[in-house]
């Protein structure tokens, strides 16, 4: 099935800034092991970056993840349940963790828009907060893109194969 623009598009930035992210916390950990260890002289900013790293790269894999299909499943009292009900729990499931993701996605706006206006800087390096910030909104935003994509797929692609049976 050919995916939408939209969704190469949400695919190729979640994916990039996750790679990126990764790459750099990989890179700059082995940096600071080296200049720690056996330079003799700490990064005093490193653990700064690592931590914006760290949270950018989880939400930008969570996209991912949610693209992808990567959330665990425990469907063993789902599958308790007669099958007409399987696809009601679907839906129920699909639109708590949608308004979820809307909830978080305000949440984080709200946090962005406030680090903005108070205009508070890390301590070390004096990175605004608000970029932290916005990262997680839009990373928050890729994952509700990709969730309504990959729950519409879903409920159009078993639509189909229920009247195929």
Excluded at 29 to 36: D, N
Excluded at 100 to 124: A, D, K, M, P, V
Aim: hydrophobic letters at 50%; glycine letters at 8%.
């Amino acid at each position: 099935m050919k995916k939408s623009k939209i969704i190469r598009t949400v695919s190729w930035l979640d994916t990039g800034i996750f790679m990126v992210t990764s790459t750099l916390l990989v890179l700059l950990t082995v940096y600071g092991v080296i200049m720690r260890y056996c330079i003799k002289s700490p990064l005093t900013w490193l653990e700064e970056v690592q931590m914006i790293l760290i949270v950018q790269g989880s939400f930008f894999g969570g996209s991912i993840a949610f693209r992808e299909r990567g959330h665990i499943c425990v469907d063993l009292l789902v599958d308790a349940f007669p099958k007409k009900l399987h696809r009601v729990v679907d839906v129920f499931v699909w639109v708590l963790v949608l308004l979820s993701l809307l909830f978080i996605g305000y949440l984080e706006g709200q946090r962005t828009i406030s680090q903005f206006l108070n205009g508070r800087c890390t301590n070390i390096l004096r990175i605004p907060m608000y970029l932290d910030y916005a990262g997680v909104t839009f990373a928050t935003l890729l994952m509700t893109i990709n969730h309504v994509a990959v729950g519409c797929e879903d409920f159009f692609m078993k639509g189909e194969k229920d009247n195929a049976e």
